[in-house]
């Protein structure tokens, strides 16, 4: 089965193109919008620190967490 676009992607290239999806973006990914491979413990560890911050309301380094992670909105995927 074809893997499909990732979302933040397709988002971001509909962004850049006055917010209509690209027709060149189709159901199955392309090399510019095929995932990017995350270790899934930096995700976690991420999404752990963010909701903890809204919950605490005290600084656990969220942004620090999310910046370790590929922008899956303009790094370039080779």
């Not at 491979?37 to 919950?55: F, N």
């Amino acid at each position: 089965m074809a893997k499909q676009p990732e979302a933040l992607a397709t988002f971001a290239a509909s962004a850049k193109n006055a917010g209509k999806k690209p027709k060149d973006i189709g159901l199955e990914a392309t090399p510019e919008t095929k995932g990017i491979p995350t270790d899934s413990r930096k995700k976690d560890e991420a999404a752990r620190k963010v909701l903890r911050e809204g919950v605490l309301h005290e600084d656990q380094a969220a942004d620090e967490a999310i910046d370790a992670l590929p922008d899956r909105t303009r790094t370039k995927k080779t």
